[in-house]
């Protein structure tokens, strides 16, 4: 029986969403009998175990070292820092290392994987390597822009291009240029693009039963308003929350209506606010045919969630890549783009700069990016139209077939 081992880096949920979504298509393209062993920590640790409760033995915790979280996101001084003192009952990096690869080759020693899969993980790549065992590497970064940050940043990310470089393969998760959503968080070496596939968004197929029409999506129906998400880790998510908190007391938002999805499976947070300012559940909110202002929901269903972005005017994001495919590859909606760091505002800065959305970094620019979208709505939908025709949402199924040929070649 094959073995393959999957190592999912586990800051923030894209990694983890994408490599289940391959999951459910391996099976398509491998003609063998295989087993999948997975390796991450924290949050997607618990997912992997609450996802497949059968299959324990084959789900390893490797203390993957991650940034220091800070109160928007991860904290680069902290971060810094953390590269030889201990924060946050975090040892130091440079031990962290060292204890994680080693976890990392025991794994490899004991399982010998016929290949392993990536995403985001750069030790596992150096060790494949070292074992002539074939690796990919999923990723939307490579070298990215810096903006917010200093230029002292770039040798880090020059150590790491290394490391991403050491794969047998580069997978992009985005669709090819000049539609590249990630294209400013790329800018591949000559070495690199010899091994890169650009295999489109892992976008989920899988249809959601559908069910009767919610109180929620009667409530919103033949409503012009804002979808804003929350998405992210805990740091990232409160921050883009409390960045959202301080647009809504702006005098320009007064009767702009918008729907806030917290990303958390708390059934507390789900309210409605009148214009009035008073509060109601949802279901007082339709029974009462409240002239609502605001929204907030704790998890929305599958199909709450393509009800809203179906109706919805646009889309408030942090900038997320996985979102940002979702909403204007998938659903051709226009996003205002509120940036947590630089991988963000590189995403966003990309679809600014093809008309598809508009970054915001201050709050008065999220105002007056509203108001642009509306007045230039055509403009922005001709925009979208095009983009979406080009758009590839099947990068799962086209990664599996990799993964399938790289299993062949190995015969």
């Known amino acids: 029986m094959l073995k ?230 805990k740091s990232t998510n409160d921050g883009t929350g409390q960045r959202y908190e301080k647009v809504f007391h702006q005098d320009e938002m007064n009767d702009e209506k918008r729907i806030i999805s917290h990303a958390r499976n708390d059934s507390n947070i789900d309210s409605v606010t009148a214009k009035d300012g008073k509060k109601y559940s949802i279901s007082e909110a339709l029974d009462k045919k409240i002239d609502w202002i605001q929204i907030d929901v704790g998890f929305l269903s599958e199909q709450e969630k393509d009800t809203i972005l179906n109706l919805c005017r646009y889309a408030v994001v942090n900038g997320s890549h996985t979102v940002m495919g979702e909403i204007i590859g998938e659903k051709s909606k226009p996003i205002i783009g509120i940036p947590v760091y630089d991988e963000h505002t590189n995403n966003i800065r990309w679809a600014e700069d093809k008309n598809l959305g508009v970054l915001a970094t201050k709050t008065d620019q999220v105002t007056r990016a509203i108001s642009k979208i509306k007045e230039n709505y055509e403009e922005f939908e001709g925009s979208l139209s095009e983009f979406s025709k080009n758009f590839v949402p099947n990068g799962a199924e086209n990664s599996a077939k990799i993964v399938a040929q790289s299993l062949e070649e190995k015969k």
């Open 4 to 233: 393959i081992g999957e190592f999912i880096y586990p800051w923030g949920s894209g990694h983890y969403s994408r490599m289940m979504r391959l999951n459910q298509v391996l099976g398509d393209h491998i003609k063998e009998e295989f087993e999948v062993h997975f390796s991450s920590k924290g949050h997607v640790y618990e997912k992997l175990l609450k996802k497949f409760p059968d299959q324990k033995e084959k789900i390893h915790e490797i203390l993957m070292p991650t940034p220091i979280d800070g109160k928007f996101g991860p904290s680069i001084s902290m971060s810094l820092i953390n590269l030889l003192l201990p924060i946050s009952k975090n040892p130091p990096l440079v031990r962290q290392i060292v204890n994680y690869l080693r976890e990392e080759r025991k794994l490899y020693n004991k399982e010998k994987f016929d290949l392993v899969i990536n995403d985001g993980d750069m030790g596992s790549n150096i060790l494949a390597r070292n074992r002539n065992i074939p690796s990919l590497f999923i990723t939307n970064q490579f070298r990215p822009k810096l903006y917010n940050s200093r230029s002292y940043l770039y040798p880090s990310l020059i150590f790491i291009a290394k490391q991403i470089v050491k794969a047998s393969k580069i997978i992009v998760a985005d669709s090819p240029p000049p539609y590249t959503i990630c294209e400013y968080n790329l800018n591949f070496i000559k070495e690199a693009e010899e091994k890169v596939t650009y295999v489109g968004y892992f976008i989920n197929h899988k249809q959601f039963k559908k069910e009767d029409t919610s109180d929620l999506e009667k409530l919103v129906k033949d409503n012009e308003f804002g979808y804003w998400m929350r998405t992210g880790n």
